[in-house]
Each structure stands twice: as C-alpha cells, then as structure tokens.
C-alpha cells in the first residue's frame, strides 16, 4: 500500500488541519482516507452507534482534497497523529504563493475503528428539497444546550451517551428523515456558512448534506427508510 501522498499546496495543508480540528473537538478518533484519481477523501465520525442497542445513527463527516500525485489507499489512522505530521510539515515550508506541493507520510493504520467499515456509496445520489442553513444551525445550538442542561459534570459515560443519542437521534422538524445529529455535525465541522442553502441528497439508506464547504453523511436505520 502507498504510505504516502501530497497535498497540492499550504493551503489545502491548513484546511485538513483545520478540518480535523474540528473533527477532534468532537470525537476525538480517527480519520479514514481514502485516495483515488488524485483526489483524498477524508472521513470523520460524529456519531455512530457503540454498541448492538445502541441507537445512535452513523453520521460521518467528509471533505476531499486535491492532491499533487495519484495514490490509491484506503487506510485508517488517528486523527492526533496525523495532525502531528502535518504541523510538521506546516513548519517546514514556505509562506510564499510560490509554495508547491505538501509531501505528507501516513501514520501507523488502526484496525478497530467499527465506523470506518460502513462505506456511504459514491453514485446513486438523486437530488432533495434543499434545507435551510439557518433552520440546521438552529438545531444544532438548541440540541447542544439541550445536552448541556441534562449532563451534570462529572455523570458516567453511559449516561452521557444515552442522553446524546435521544437528543441528536431525534428527527428534524419538517426533514424527518434526518436526525439531529446531522445538523449538529454540519455546525461543528464548519460547513454551515453564510446562509448557503445546504443540498440534500438521497441513496438508499443514506442521506447527504452538502455545502461547498463539506459534506455530512447520515446512514438511517433501516425502519426509518420512507416509502
């Protein structure tokens, strides 16, 4: 497998730090990427389920990236390492617009990652009612004091858990199809900005939310499939 690739310049450099970052703010884990056609696809979750009764719906975040050479991977790795090795090569290179190509290692690949075996498909989408930025980000505030208010410091993991999975599972009002936690992944990753509609897209059991900013994946559980 390729242990390498290259990313086309800083910026795209600092965009995957700052993606990550935010990532890690929230689930502090791993990274999927997967590299084909000189483009990196890099895969984060925000919420999946932990167990068999658990309910929680798989929501991932996604954003690609142009890259400067071709590999072809699909490698997990932790997303604090990965983040090590690109300030690393951030301090290495120009400030200039001259600034050429990233040249980046992968770390050491983790296996025990159950979210990363889901793989939302890459064709098939057909096209939804846009939804409204504003109505997402909403969500997501009043779901985040939601939590806030129902886990006192210092609660057990377990309760912590369960109190997210009620309040992000729970579906949007007037997009019942999609769960809360979607509008909160949109937020938190920075995808909702300057009052872009968001556009939603369909296949199967998954839904998309997309900005020119970023995609979320939901991957909806099998009874809540409309007709």
């Known amino acids: 497998m390729t242990e390498s690739f290259s990313l086309v310049d800083r910026y795209a450099l600092g ?23 000189g483009v990196l696809a890099a895969y984060t979750a925000i919420f999946y389920p ?3 009764l658990d309910e929680s719906p798989t929501v991932l975040g996604l954003r690609t990236f142009a890259l400067a050479d071709a590999p072809t991977f ?6 604090r390492s990965l983040l090590e090795r690109l300030a690393r090569a951030e301090a290495t290179i120009g400030t200039g617009e001259e600034a050429g190509p990233v040249p980046l290692s992968l770390p ?31 969500v997501a505030k009043a779901g985040i004091d939601e939590v806030a208010a129902a886990v006192p410091s210092g609660v057990g993991e377990q309760i912590v858990q369960r109190v997210r999975t009620e309040v992000w599972g729970r579906p949007i ?5 999609i769960p809360a936690g979607a ?14 509609p968001v556009q939603v897209f369909e296949t199967g059991p998954w839904t998309r939310l ?9 991957r909806r559980k099998p009874w809540t499939l409309r007709s």
Request: net charge negative.
């Open 74 to 79: 699909d490698a997990v790795v932790p997303a």
């Open 15 to 37: 965009d995957l730090q700052t993606y990550l970052a935010r990532a890690g703010r929230v689930e502090d884990g791993s990274v999927r990427l997967i590299a084909s056609g």
């Open 108 to 138: 050491h690949q983790v296996s025990t990652v159950t979210w990363a075996g889901i793989s939302p498909p890459k064709s098939g989408w057909h096209g939804q009612e846009p939804a409204d930025a504003a109505l997402l980000e909403s």
């Open 183 to 196: 509008a909160f992944a949109a937020l938190s990753l920075g995808f909702l900005a300057g009052g872009e």
């Open 173 to 177: 009002e007037g997009l019942e199809h």
């Open 210 to 218: 997309s900005t020119s900013r970023g995609h979320v994946l939901v």
């Open 50 to 52: 932990r167990g068999i």
